[in-house]
């Protein structure tokens, strides 16, 4: 498969291109700089120019894929406070990234967080976040994900826990 990533040049990211490489597929990641393209080619990957801010280069990495990984977040507003802008953000792409695959039947796989989770009992699948709930910001791009599945996309939402630790580890 020819497997579109947001996000390849990340955390998560520098885990699962290997592993897709590894398995013969043939990734094409968002770089948005030049060291972020050089990192994706250095392992056999192929960059694809854009940003998160740049919907069309979003829409095109996607309609030339056979399936879409979307990892990359602004984190950076995050981290200055702007928790709503970033999830915003990521709302916009989710957006951009999944109406390119309407019809398609592809696989469209979103990371996101427990945020916005029931809290004091076992939250299961069937538990939706909500944005009245603390971190819930991104509440609203986890339904629009799993809303595509209404429009041919095979649409999946990973709920990565609070941190994902491992060496190298630069985020959180
Ligand atoms: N790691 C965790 O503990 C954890 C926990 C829960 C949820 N998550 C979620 O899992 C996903 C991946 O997390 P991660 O830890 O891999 O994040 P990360 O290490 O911070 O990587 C973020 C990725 O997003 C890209 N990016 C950021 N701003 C961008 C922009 N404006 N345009 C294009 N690309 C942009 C970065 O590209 P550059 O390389 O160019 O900077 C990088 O590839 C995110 O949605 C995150 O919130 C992570």
Redesign the pocket.
Known sequence: MRVFL?????????AVVPDLLASGHHVVG????A??AS?LTSIGATAHP????DLDSLRAGAAQSDGVIH??????LVFSGEATLAAE??LLAIEALGSALEGSDRPFVV????GGLPVGRVATEKDEASVERAGGQRAAAAKVTLGFADQRVRSAVVR??????GSG????
């Open positions: 947001t996000g390849a040049s990340g955390w998560i990211g520098s968002l770089a948005r700089s060291s972020s990192a854009g940003s998160l801010d990892l990359a977040y602004r984190h950076d953000s990521d990371a996101t967080g427990l990565l826990p609070p941190s994902v630790h580890d630069t985020g959180f």
